[in-house]
């Protein structure tokens, strides 16, 4: 599993900055994960502001 972040990012960036593997980086129009390097850790879901990043299968 890892995560992923859903289209109502506002690019605040704090997500990228919590990422313990340097997985999360700003996207077009939104920040992405690098689905290989998440470690599900939750940390991106715990500091975003609008809740977009979710765990997906
Ligand atoms: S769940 Fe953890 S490892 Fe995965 S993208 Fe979020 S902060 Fe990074
Ligand atoms: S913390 Fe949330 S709103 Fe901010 S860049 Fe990450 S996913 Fe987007």
């Not at 077009?28 to 977009?52: L, Q």
Request: with cysteine; proline share 9%; charged share 30%.
């Amino acid at each position: 599993m890892a995560y992923t972040i859903k289209s109502n990012c506002i690019e605040c960036g704090k997500c990228e900055k919590a990422c313990p593997k340097g997985a999360i980086y700003p996207g077009c129009g939104k920040y992405e994960v690098i689905k290989r390097r998440c470690i599900d850790c939750g940390r991106c879901k715990a500091v975003c502001p609008v809740g977009a990043p979710e765990p997906k299968k």
